[in-house]
């Protein structure tokens, strides 16, 4: 349904698409549904069909959904990698299994019920805050919708709700839960640790076999990417800008449109100093007139600098109307008299007046004819893409365009998808992310569609394609080489690691197993099961908690180089409070995880209770992909 639709009605629709397809798609899959299908659709459900159109129509709006979340388009082939196509399908065969069970329990809604609601809907309401019928019409018909086909599926969607919502209704976790997963998540270490490290100078040189077996272990480490040679033929305002000439009648209209661009307010750096009373701002007046420092005043008032200098103000940039007009009456210096404003009444002094200014023509004529040059940029540039439309038209090369409209044109050597070249240089190019994307997309021998990107034109063709190879041996020696002893340093520092925890757990002091390693025992305390650190990262943290009190654990750092040996010592627990703000918050999150569980166990059953088949020849069509879902 749409998404004002959904906002308003908080139909089945918000609740299973936040579980099914939000959360992760295709978490639950179509499972034993292949096999038997009505010719005419791409699946059944009991005795209800999902066409391939209803398919379609339903993923392209998951497209648009995902597009607005992430801000990013997906194209077909990369919502497919996702799963976005098979989560799409499950939510139809779902749905319609959740159909066919109100079918069978006779429930019903009224449409005088869905117009009634549909009458207060923020959608349909005029400007006046009444239902508008001619609005309500348009958003229908910009919706490929009509009243009743809006009927007809704001009925389906409020039975689905009744049905989904009574699944967990009422649903609260157990207090033992609760108490339980507050302590979890709520305890504290303390620890005793220290370091070990290993070298490449603690290991053996890798001979002749240990790289041809880590070569042939990891071929994916030493295997070059796919490069592609593109061509680009570009046209930007820049391009054409420094082309155009500007004159002097030009510039002389230009200024006057845009004179007020070049106007700068008159700007005043204003001291305030604010009292309780008229009576004693007039008091600290006096004082300033007998010779007191005007910020001697405020700091005697318990006020810093900064707390009673507004600098670079405008007199709209004041809240106060009235302090601000005051303000700006004040000569350079002068100190006003008190002003009651609308909140505070307070002294004035103006520390500094900086006139407002007009730019002359002169002043900005250069920036002036820039501007002017791109606006005519802008004008010209739509000509020039129908000249080169037409040109590729009619098959003229790309070289052959750019050398007649005299245009940019580049032809981009082997690059990678990250724009780098097989020796591992960045190539650089105007709109790099979005050529490269595209040209990635594509492939060679296709007329592919204009890029616009910030009112450009970037025409691309793909000239070669390099495919992914495996490199030889010998061009990735040095890197294999290295690998290899990266892994012995880290085989050689597990061992350590391990023994140093094995002496530990036999009785030996930690003090004397850091001392034997030419190491020193620190302390940390307050660790916390969900807080890494400098000094302690993830896997250490997930280390010292997987050990009992006073038990010995280890961990590898990062650099696969030092080891951290453990002992766990305190293990500080919290009492729950289960009328804290944090164990609400633990409640509603095992409530939510759990309703989850249970709406995902009863779709399946329902699912398989209902019976339900895929058309495997048409999905196969419509996907692009094996009938097989996960």
Do not use: C, H
């Amino acid at each position: 349904m749409l998404e004002m639709f959904r906002n308003a009605g908080k139909s089945w629709v918000a609740k299973i698409l936040l579980v099914l397809l939000a959360g992760s798609f295709g978490v639950w899959g179509i499972q034993d549904i292949f096999g038997g299908f009505q010719a005419t659709a791409l699946a059944t459900v009991g005795d209800q069909e999902i066409s391939d159109q209803e398919f379609t129509t339903s993923f392209n709006r998951a497209l648009q959904n995902l597009a607005q979340q992430t801000g990013q388009v997906l194209t077909m082939e990369d919502a497919r990698k996702m799963g976005v196509d098979r989560s799409v399908l499950n939510n139809l065969v779902q749905s319609a299994a959740i159909d066919a069970q109100a079918s069978q329990m006779r429930l019903s809604i009224s449409n005088a019920t869905i117009a009634e609601e549909a009458k207060s809907n923020p959608a349909f309401l005029d400007s006046a805050g009444k239902f508008d019928p001619l609005l309500f019409a348009r958003v229908l018909l910009a919706n490929g919708m009509n009243e009743q086909v809006f009927l007809a599926s704001e009925s389906r969607n409020r039975l689905r709700s009744a049905i989904t919502a009574s699944v967990d209704r009422g649903l609260k976790p157990p207090k033992a839960l609760v108490e339980a997963m507050y302590r979890y998540r709520s305890e504290q270490r303390d620890a005793k640790y220290f370091t070990v490290t290993a070298s490449a100078a603690d290991v053996a040189v890798p001979t002749d076999d240990d790289l041809k077996k880590q070569y042939e272990a990891a071929p994916a480490a030493y295997t070059a990417p796919e490069y592609r040679s593109i061509a680009v033929l570009k046209v930007e305002p820049s391009d054409i800008a420094a082309k155009i000439t500007v004159t002097p009648e030009e510039l002389a209209a230009g200024y006057e449109k845009y004179k007020l661009d070049y106007f700068t307010p008159e700007k005043r750096t204003i001291l305030q100093l604010s009292f309780p009373s008229v009576a004693e701002a007039q008091k600290a007046e006096d004082r300033i007139a007998s010779g007191t420092d005007f910020m001697a005043l405020a700091r005697e008032r318990g006020a810093t600098d900064a707390d009673v200098t507004f600098a670079d103000r405008t007199e709209k940039d004041f809240l106060d109307k009235v302090i601000g007009e005051a303000a700006f009456k004040l000569k350079e210096g002068e100190v006003s008299d008190p002003v009651s404003g609308s909140l505070v009444t307070a002294l004035l002094k103006a520390a500094k007046v900086t006139p407002e200014k007009q730019s002359t023509l002169d002043d900005i004529k250069e920036p002036l004819s820039k501007r002017i040059q791109t606006e005519k940029a802008l004008e010209e540039i739509q000509t020039i893409y129908d000249t080169v439309e037409n040109a590729r038209n009619s098959q003229t090369k790309f070289e052959d365009i750019a050398r007649e409209q005299s245009l940019p044109f580049i032809v981009i050597p082997a690059v990678d998808a990250a724009g780098l070249d097989p020796s591992g240089k960045e190539a650089e190019f105007a709109q790099k992310p979005v050529v490269l994307k595209a040209a990635f997309q594509s492939d060679v021998g296709v007329e592919n569609e204009v890029l616009t990107p910030q009112d450009s034109y970037f025409w691309y063709e793909v000239r070669e394609v390099i495919p992914s190879a495996l490199k030889p041996l010998d061009a990735v020696k040095n890197q294999v080489t290295a690998d290899v002893v990266a892994r012995k340093v880290r085989d050689t520092l597990r061992e350590r690691a391990e023994k140093l925890v094995e002496g530990l757990e036999a009785g030996i002091a930690i003090e004397t197993a850091a001392l034997e390693a030419k190491s020193t025992v620190k302390t940390a305390q307050g660790l916390k099961r969900n807080e890494a650190s400098a000094d302690f990262d993830v896997p250490a943290i997930a280390a010292i908690f997987s050990v009992s009190e006073n038990g010995f654990t280890w961990s590898m750092e990062s650099d696969g180089k030092t080891a951290k040996i453990m002992q766990s010592l305190a293990v500080l627990g919290t009492a729950p409070d289960l009328n804290s703000p944090e164990a609400a918050q633990l409640a509603q999150s095992l409530s939510a995880a759990t309703s989850k569980d249970i709406l995902k166990s009863y779709l399946a059953a329902l699912q398989e209770q209902t019976g339900a088949s895929i058309n495997e020849t048409l999905w196969q069509k419509l996907s692009g992909t094996a009938a097989t879902l996960p």
